[in-house]
């Protein structure tokens, strides 16, 4: 039996998560929680702190200290609500948008050298098996929770 836990273990140090930081760009030193609250904020149009705490699976307290650290490395921008002064939108500054566009290029290149070891087949098979794995982890009760 394969022990599925290390092929995990691995996987997680090869991309990276264990790291403190993902990325520098332009000397700025961007952490994998910064990193994904960047690319959250840019995919959606001007998102509350909620959806994208909600998004990210981060407790609000933890959420709005991170985000303050990229309000002061003037990344992020944090705009009360106009209909409800008890919440704040997101969005990025412009070196905040140039940032999160450089990462993501940059993944997609590491992306695609990793699938360029690869055939079309397996690169396929791969992408199918993750999409599996992700949606059975939305649909389990102890999905991102260890077990103990």
């Given at each position: 039996?394969?022990?599925?836990?290390?092929?995990?273990q691995?996987?997680?140090?090869?991309?990276g998560?264990?790291?403190?930081?993902?990325?520098?760009?332009?000397?700025?030193?961007?952490s994998?929680?910064?990193?994904?609250?960047?690319?959250?904020?840019?995919?959606?149009?001007?998102?509350?702190?909620?959806?994208?705490?909600?998004?990210?699976?981060?407790?609000?307290?933890?959420?709005?200290?991170?985000?303050?650290?990229?309000?002061?490395m003037?990344?992020?921008?944090?705009?009360?609500?106009?209909?409800?002064?008890?919440?704040?939108?997101l969005?990025?500054?412009?070196?905040?948008?140039?940032?999160?566009?450089?990462?993501?290029?940059?993944?997609?290149?590491?992306?695609?050298?990793?699938?360029?070891?690869?055939?079309?087949?397996?690169?396929a098979?791969?992408?199918?098996?993750?999409?599996i794995?992700?949606?059975?982890?939305?649909?389990?009760?102890?999905?991102?929770?260890?077990?103990?």
């Amino acid at each position: 039996m394969e022990n599925y836990r290390e092929i995990f273990q691995l996987l997680s140090r090869r991309f990276g998560f264990l790291d403190k930081n993902c990325c520098s760009v332009s000397g700025a030193e961007i952490s994998t929680v910064h990193s994904h609250i960047l690319y959250e904020i840019d995919k959606q149009t001007s998102p509350t702190m909620q959806q994208v705490s909600e998004a990210l699976g981060i407790d609000a307290t933890t959420f709005s200290r991170q985000v303050q650290s990229l309000v002061k490395m003037n990344l992020v921008k944090k705009t009360p609500s106009t209909e409800d002064r008890r919440y704040y939108h997101l969005t990025l500054t412009i070196e905040g948008k140039y940032i999160a566009t450089s990462i993501d290029t940059s993944m997609n290149h590491y992306l695609q050298e990793l699938f360029s070891h690869m055939s079309e087949q397996e690169k396929a098979d791969v992408i199918r098996s993750i999409t599996i794995l992700n949606e059975a982890m939305g649909k389990s009760s102890v999905c991102c929770t260890p077990v103990y």
